[in-house]
């Protein structure tokens, strides 16, 4: 049976390893994890929850401190074997002791990626381009807002190495050029005449640094080539041509601060396979601006006689009930305006207690479809009831033109 002292111990030292394992967990490590791990770790954390990418988030903020707490600590060889020893307290003990210092986070996030601490705010290295990309959404992504995801290869550091591009971390400075990555070469343009002319070192290709063992990985160019998925979150009615920016998202490399990826939402033409799985009629609206239309097939007795409906299954499931009584005739080309069933109108706020959605028009145009051929029977009755109606309340619509009277014969020329 053990002592109360002894028992008492024995709970300080597993709350001790419990309190042991916050860092690594946070960091998604093991604690065998190498230094090279734990710099990947913090390099996507601290780029996930940086409160320029999270305005407004509080939770993510404080992810961004403590993940910066966590690799301070076990990046420190004398502090990760403290925290693994004695936990929190021991490194809280440790500080006010003097021997250790708790760091702005800001500032380590400086440090570690160069810069001012803040995204597009970096002013230690120069800044890389920035990259646009054309992303193509269904239109009842726009209508509806929808969470998603895209990919996108480009360059960035490559994590064997951590951009040194060295396999076992040693960089030397180039021997060649004196870690200048440039060399002054003399050229004779005359006897007794020369040129002095700057040009990049071939030794080190303008680094100023060589390697000895290259990284297997990247082969000594510090950067690969990756497909990288990217949230995308396409808000309620967006505009087409809508800008969403990527802060530091766009091609990275170890010599500069990686630039802005800028995402452009452009429509995408509709596929009845792959974006008409409901056979929603609104997979083929048509957009413009706020509004939306669509063309609809009537019949000639439709178009003459009325007495009809149509029930159009819109973007959302809605059902648009479209009706003529009987009696009630349709133009051929005659647009109705629907409204309230167009687009969502985008505003910054979205459904909110300060803002209340309203909606565009939805325009339907009619095509009156007129019969290529009719049964013989059918074609007499016509006749014989619109001749009938013709005589006795028609209009001559060749008498009222004011054109030529009679119609010029076969044949025959017309004087005027």
């Known amino acids: 049976m053990l002592l109360p002292s002894a028992l008492f111990l024995l709970l300080c030292v597993l709350q001790l390893a419990a309190c042991a394992e916050d860092f690594y967990k946070l960091l998604g490590i093991d604690r065998q994890a190498s230094e090279r791990e734990i710099k990947r770790a913090y390099r996507t954390l601290s780029k996930k929850y940086h409160p320029d990418k999270n305005p407004g988030d509080e939770s993510a903020k404080q992810k961004f401190v403590e993940v910066a707490e966590a690799y ?19 490194l809280k003990q440790r500080q006010q002791g003097g021997g250790g210092q708790h760091h702005d986070p800001f500032d380590l996030f400086s440090r570690f990626f160069g810069g001012g601490g803040h995204f597009g705010h970096q002013t230690g290295q120069r800044r890389g381009p920035d990259v646009e990309v054309r992303v193509a959404v269904p239109l009842k992504d726009f209508y509806n807002g929808h969470s998603t995801e895209f990919q996108l290869e480009k360059q960035q550091i490559c994590d064997e190495c951590e951009g040194s591009g060295s396999a076992d971390g040693k960089v030397e400075t180039c021997s ?19 040129q002095q002319v700057q ?24 950067v690969v080539r990756k497909v990288n998925t990217f949230p995308l979150n396409i808000e309620r009615g967006a505009p087409k041509g809508q800008q969403i920016k990527y802060e530091n998202d766009a091609d990275e490399s170890p010599d500069w601060v990686a630039g802005d990826l800028h995402v452009t939402l452009v429509e995408k033409e509709p596929d009845l396979v792959e974006d008409n799985e409901l056979k929603v009629d609104g997979t083929f609206f048509r957009r413009k601006g706020d509004d939306l239309y669509w063309k609809e097939l009537l019949s000639l007795r439709e178009a003459w006689m009325g ?42 706020d979205g459904d909110s207690v300060y803002h209340k959605t309203e909606f565009g028009d939805l325009l339907v145009e009619y095509t009156v479809v007129l019969p290529d051929k009719m049964d013989k029977t059918m074609e007499k009755e016509f006749w014989e009831l619109w001749d009938k109606w013709r005589k006795k309340k028609g209009v001559d619509l060749q008498k009222d033109s004011g054109r030529p009277q009679p119609p010029i014969a076969p044949g025959a020329k017309d004087e005027l």
Request: glycine share 16%.
């Open 307 to 348: 007495d009809w409906t149509r029930n159009l299954t819109h973007l959302d499931g809605h059902v648009v009930q479209l009706s003529r009584k009987r009696g009630e005739t349709i133009q051929p080309g005659q647009v109705e305006r629907v409204a309230g069933e167009g687009m969502p109108k985008w505003h910054e």
């Open 72 to 90: 301070e600590a076990l990046s420190n060889p004398e502090t990760r074997k403290v925290y693994d020893q004695y936990g929190h307290d021991g």
């Open 176 to 194: 060649v050029c004196g870690g200048h990555g440039i060399q002054i070469k003399k050229h004779m343009l005359a006897p007794g005449i020369y």
């Open 199 to 222: 040009m990049q070192c071939d030794a080190c290709g303008g680094q100023g640094k060589t390697i000895k063992h290259k990284c297997p990985v990247c082969g000594g160019s510090r």
